[in-house]
Every structure is written in C-alpha cells, then in structure tokens.
C-alpha cells in the first residue's frame, strides 16, 4: 500500500518562497509509472489540482500559480517537491500530493497523506 508524507509547509509572509516535499512509499516502478500532482484545499473549498509532473518530467500549472511555483520530482528517491515563491494570501491551504489524477472520477488514487499547512500572512 503506497504512503504519502507532505512536510516542508509553514508561514511565510506575502512575497515570501517555501519549498513542500511528499515522500513516496511505493516501488520504484510504481512511483516512475505515473505523473504526480501537488493539490491544495483551502478553507470551505474544494481541493484543486495546482501543479504536475509527467514521468518524463514535464509540468503543467494552474493558472493560479503559473510563473510562482515548480514542480519537480526525484526518482531516485520517490519524492516530489513544489517550490513556491511569490507567495500570495490566496495560496494559503493544506498541500497534498497525489497522482495527477487523483481527483478524476473512476480512478484509483493513492491513500491521500496527512498533508502540509501553508499558511501566506503578515
């Protein structure tokens, strides 16, 4: 059973960058088989899909965040990571990674971890 482990969130002030990190608990062929996403679900919102990876390493963003975060993975060590930077309150939430389809229906995402807190104020 693949396990999922954010960390990396915190406070940071308008402006200010944060990396999160998710460690993979999964085979090398299970975690290199499939694109991955970071998500965050703020407050009385519904989870959103903001960034993701193919296997090859191309990224897709959300309008929302395009040209203030990356995503980036490391196969050699089953993490992803999403950099972000020109943090805005907005992007206050609880990050998640996933498979980049984990909120399509029908599919069969990993077990979602515990998620980080990434809290943007002054």
């Known amino acids: 059973q693949e396990q999922l482990v954010e960390s990396g969130g915190g406070l940071v002030e308008p402006g200010g960058s944060l990396r999160v990190s998710c460690a993979v608990s999964?085979?090398?062929?299970?975690?290199?088989?499939?694109?991955l996403g970071w998500y965050r679900q703020a407050p009385g919102k519904q989870r959103e899909l903001v960034a993701e990876?193919?296997?090859?390493?191309?990224?897709v963003y959300a309008d929302s965040v395009k040209g203030r975060f990356t995503i980036s993975r490391d196969n050699a060590k089953n993490m992803v990571y999403l950099q972000m930077s020109s943090l805005k309150p907005e992007d206050t939430a609880v990050y998640y990674c996933?498979?980049?389809?984990?909120?399509?229906?029908?599919?069969?995402?990993?077990?979602w971890g515990q998620g980080t807190q990434v809290t943007v104020s002054s």
């Open positions: 996933n498979k980049n389809s984990a909120l399509v229906p029908g599919t069969s995402p990993w077990p």
């Open positions: 999964a085979t090398f062929f299970t975690f290199t088989s499939h694109a």
């Open positions: 990876i193919s296997r090859g390493g191309s990224a």
